[in-house]
């Protein structure tokens, strides 16, 4: 049987963070992920959930636009819709290694959730 | 000879304006191109030169970290040093038609810059 690709991978913890599974998401994450965010940079799987359960728990829905992969690297871009922000796009560029996300880079816009706060 | 894949275009069009010759990556992009980008929907290539071109000039670095695609939609992933943010990475989702970008979704953070005008 041919291994998991990066796409697989990425889909399947996508599938499951957007759906407020976050424990499923997290078996997806390597214990020792890094992830370049907007606010910075975060480290390790704690701190991944931290940053990414609260968004999942507000999530109203969530709509795939693109996602593509090769054996280590995959895209996925796709559209949010959360209380503060009807129209939240974002895009995770993920490294995968043993069926685990080792590194993300994640884009999206801060100020229309900056500006929801004040 | 096979057509362009859209992933070709994008490649094409990203490497022009990366390099400032906004000229040419211009001639990646429909006249009638739509961009979802973050301040909101641009329709036609005049606004989006308008758009693209003051973020081009100023840009001191770039660095392509994934570039996927099929037929018709590429997705190009990459960090941007310009002088007011050291690291603005951005996302493009692109729509080809006929060698052209009809559509663009396009995603960065506008946090920093925001901040860096106040």
């Known amino acids: 049987m041919a291994a998991d690709t990066a796409l697989d991978v990425a889909t399947r913890y996508y599938q499951a963070w957007t759906t407020k599974n976050i424990d ?10 890094v992830c370049d965010a907007p606010a910075g940079r975060i480290k390790g799987v704690a701190d991944y ?8 728990e507000m999530l109203i829905s969530t709509d795939l636009i693109a996602s593509f992969g090769d054996d280590t690297t995959a895209v996925l871009v796709y559209d949010t819709q959360t209380p503060p922000v009807a129209s939240a796009p974002g895009a995770e560029c993920v490294t995968v290694e043993d069926g685990k996300i080792i590194y993300s880079r994640f884009i999206f816009d801060r100020l229309p959730f900056d500006q929801a706060r004040q």
Chains 1, 2 share one sequence.
Do not use: E, G, V
């Not at 499923?24 to 992920?33: E, G, L, R, V």
């Not at 940053?51 to 999942?56: K, S």
């Open 24 to 33: 499923a998401a997290m078996s997806y994450i390597a214990d020792d992920i």
């Open 49 to 56: 959930r931290a940053f990414l359960a609260p968004f999942a």
